[in-house]
């Protein structure tokens, strides 16, 4: 069983900055994707960053320059800098662990992003 718990969200000023955690428990193989996605009122969930175990990352246009993902494999933990933040941010975020063909999902951590 594995579980993922999310952390970092909350209600901040568009420019400011919010730091979030997730942490996987349960049976983690190596070679697995850590990510975040988010989901706004009324749109699809989208992709905001993915990292690999070796560290190799991608981002979404809208956020790069802006978002830094990093991993703790030790601690089975990624996390999502986020910088000069903007009210179209604003979105519950979902941590994503994707082992082999398997998806696993946080519960989502809300961003509130006010102009």
């Known amino acids: 069983q594995v579980q993922l718990v999310e952390s970092g969200g909350g209600l901040v000023q568009a420019g400011e900055s919010l730091r979030l955690s997730c942490a996987a428990s349960?049976?983690?193989?190596?070679?697995?994707?850590m990510g975040w996605y988010r989901q706004a009122p009324g749109k699809q969930r989208e992709l905001v960053a993915i990292i690999s175990t070796p560290g190799r990352s991608a981002y979404a246009d809208s956020v790069k320059g802006r978002f830094t993902i990093s991993r703790d494999n030790g601690k089975n933990s990624v996390y999502l800098q986020m910088n000069s933040l903007k009210p179209e941010d604003t979105a519950v975020y979902y941590c994503?662990?994707?082992?082999?063909?398997?998806?696993?999902w946080g519960q989502g951590t809300q961003v509130t992003v006010s102009s």
């Open positions: 349960g049976s983690i193989f190596s070679g697995n994707i």
């Open positions: 994503l662990l994707k082992i082999v063909a398997r998806d696993y």
